[in-house]
């Protein structure tokens, strides 16, 4: 069996931002995570400022359970859907902070983690929360929210997704812009899905789907939007992803001082040409480029299998 800590490595080796030489580095998991402990609300290390989580805890309150991690809080009805949640959701912030190449962020704050076990319950909360019906799961100032009912079988990389957020909020509390963060979330947490299952003998790569070229959202209304379109979801989460795994394989130590830019709320032309500048003097040379690639293989089997 494969340590956690190998099977981040490889992760983030998927991705391309470290070598081997880094596998000493990888922080081993916390013990315990196969048998988490449940811990009493008024003993939590950590209570949520988040209000919407006190609206989520305010469905059926007499309901809820809570535990602890490393780095995060959990709030869920039964145990055996949050333990291997909790599990899945250590590994992905190992590898998303690995990924980042970035110091573990001031203080120990942790994130809170909400389980909605029925249909019914996260119905009640999208309506409460004023969610987009379509979500499966939300990331609000720091906490996330999601559906899990016994005997889940996870069929992607959503949590994954939702984890890489979390993180993300840690290192950019003031945010980054919302085609930078989906397209983070969707290009490390699709690496790390792969790596997560390859250690368990499945056969999996990286699904990084192209966008048909007629559809894609032009960069400069891209780079404008603060929440993916209602109209344009799937060509939105896709074009964004592809355009992060194209800068991020263009050059990977230009495209972590990128995210940083604008992170600090740089402007996009600004952070493009300081660190692209060699590559890509302008935004106009950058969509050139762009839209080549991010079209690539539309349609063909190689798309549908997951390449690019």
């Known amino acids: 069996m494969l340590s956690l800590a190998k099977i981040v490595l490889g992760a983030v080796m998927l991705l391309g931002f470290v070598g081997p030489a880094s596998l000493a580095q990888v922080p081993m998991p916390s013990p315990g995570l196969n048998a988490l402990p449940e811990v009493e609300f008024s003993r939590l290390s950590q209570r949520d400022p988040n209000p919407l989580g006190q609206k989520a805890l305010a469905i059926h309150p007499e309901q809820w359970k809570h535990a ?27 590898v998303v902070a690995k990924a980042l190449q970035r110091e573990q962020p001031a203080g120990d704050t942790k994130s809170h983690i909400y389980i909605f076990q029925t249909a019914t319950d996260w119905k009640q909360f999208q309506s409460i929360g004023r969610l ?10 720091g906490s996330l929210f999601i ?5 889940f079988t996870a069929g992607g990389n959503l949590l994954g997704h939702e984890i890489a957020h979390l993180v993300m909020h840690r290192y950019y509390p003031d945010g980054i ?41 032009p960069l400069a209304e891209l780079m404008a939007m603060t929440s993916p379109p209602n109209d344009r979801v799937k060509t939105f989460y896709d074009e964004s992803e592809r355009l992060v795994r194209f800068l991020a394989s263009s ?54 299998s997951g390449g690019g």
């Open 177 to 217: 812009p919302c085609w930078l963060d989906e397209g983070f979330a969707q290009y490390v947490s699709k690496g790390a899905r792969a790596s997560y299952l390859r250690a368990r003998n499945y056969i999996a790569k990286p699904q990084s789907r192209a966008v048909d070229e007629e559809k894609l959202i």
């Open 68 to 94: 602890e991690t490393e780095h995060f809080v959990y709030h869920f009805s039964d145990p055996f859907t949050v333990t291997p949640v909790s599990v899945e959701a250590e590994f992905h912030y190992r």
């Open 251 to 304: 050059d990977k130590a230009s495209f972590l001082t990128f995210l940083d830019a604008l992170g600090r709320h740089q402007p996009f032309e600004t952070a493009l040409l300081q660190n692209y500048g060699t590559k890509f003097l302008t935004a106009a040379a950058l969509e050139e480029k762009f839209r080549e690639y991010a079209s690539k293989e539309f349609g063909t089997s190689l798309q549908e």
């Open 147 to 151: 559906q899990r009912s016994p005997g």
């Open 132 to 141: 987009e019906p379509w979500t499966g799961g939300i990331h609000s100032q």
